[in-house]
Every structure is written in C-alpha cells, then in structure tokens.
C-alpha cells in the first residue's frame, strides 16, 4: 500500500517506516527536519512541510491508500497544548482535497485524565501532572475526530508507557477504553514496545475492526 507517515524521525515512527518498508509498502514520510531519517530504501520518500498547513500538505496527498501519524510534541506543564488537533485538522483538511479516506494516529492511554484513577499512585500523583497538557489535547484531537470526521475512516491507537524496542512475537490485547484493564477493572501495569506499537498499527491497515473507534493496547 502507499502509506503516508508524519512522525517518521520519532522514536516510533522510526520503527513504523522500517517495518512498513520490510512488508513492501511504499512510504511517503511527511518530516519537519529530513536529515533526522537516514533510512535508505527504493520505496522510501521523504518529503519536508509544514504539518500545520494544508496547502503545504496536500500535494503529498495524493494517490495515498493510509495516512498515518505518530507525531509527538514537547511536554508544557504551563502552557496550553494545541500541536495534536492543529497538526490533525491539517491532515483532515488535505485528505479531504485529495480524496484519502483512511487515517491511523496514535495517542495515549488515559486521554481522559480522569480514566487512571485506579492507576498506580505514580501514574496519578507524578506521570499525569506532567503530561496533562499532552493528554488533554489528545483527547481534543480525538474528539475532533469523533465528532466532525464521520466522512473519514479513522482509527487513534492508545498504547500505555512506551520502552523504546524492536516489535516482539508476544500477543497484542485491545480494548475500547482509556486503558487496557485486569480481570477487577484496573489498568494493566504492562507497558509496550514502540516497535509492538508500530506492528499493530500496520495490522490494521486492512481490517476495519477499529475503524471510527479509539483502542487501548497494551501486549501480554
């Protein structure tokens, strides 16, 4: 498939971009700083834009099957973060023009701070406080999604504390919620590869089973 990627130079979209290219896709990766990625490929193509623009985005748009993105940016404890739903609405406003229907993002587990309640008391009193700025505006971008994206097949993937690693053969578990809970509702304290990540992302490009849903993952 032709899949175009923003995020490619992170830490998980580096992994993303590798295994897409070792399953034969063609991959446009949509970059800020284009010497960030030294990947070398035939189906490679790295193109540099604004991702805050659509009239910057829209020409890469075109004749591409999936988009996908793993952007991430800075944490702020003191100031608002509005980077996930500008970059998404961008991405949407150019897929609606070259007619792409299909989109995969990524966020997090807890979007809705209020969702780790029964969390680890580091979870709640020290990751969450860090990161609520981050997690709100997630939720944002989902929201956005849900409510003004009918048109479109969307999918956001909600993976919880990400250790930076190749995928692993272990058994990937979902679930429609802000986290992935144990047998008494709590949340799973597993954390997951960004390379697992990438794996399940690229599993979904042709099934529809989280299509215009959100998905909590977490592996066994």
Not at 158 to 181: H, M, N, Q, S, W
């Amino acid at each position: 498939m032709k899949l175009l990627v923003f995020g490619a130079t992170g830490q998980t979209g580096q992994f993303l971009v590798r295994q897409a290219l070792q399953q034969g896709h063609m991959v446009t990766a949509v970059v800020r700083t284009p010497s960030k990625l030294t990947n070398n490929h035939d189906n490679l193509k790295i193109v540099e834009a604004n991702i805050f623009s659509a009239n910057s985005l829209t020409e890469h748009f075109v004749d591409q099957d999936v988009v996908i993105s793993c952007l991430g940016f800075p944490i702020s404890i003191i100031s608002q973060i509005t980077e996930y739903t500008e970059s998404m609405k961008a991405i949407v406003a150019s897929m609606r023009q070259a007619k792409v229907n299909r989109v995969i993002a990524m966020t997090s587990w807890y979007t809705q701070t209020e969702s780790a309640e029964n969390a680890s008391w580091m979870v709640r009193w020290m990751l969450i406080p860090i990161i609520r700025n981050i997690l709100k505006n997630m939720h944002e971008m989902e929201d956005y999604l849900k409510q003004e994206c009918d048109d479109l097949d969307w999918t956001t993937v909600r993976p919880p504390a990400l250790k930076t690693a190749p995928e692993t053969d272990e058994e990937i578990i979902t679930y429609d919620g802000y986290f992935v809970p144990d047998q008494h509702g709590n949340p799973i304290t597993n954390s997951v590869t960004r390379g697992d990540v990438a794996r399940f992302i690229l599993s979904q490009l042709t099934v529809d089973t989280w299509v215009k849903k959100s998905v909590a993952i977490v592996t066994k």
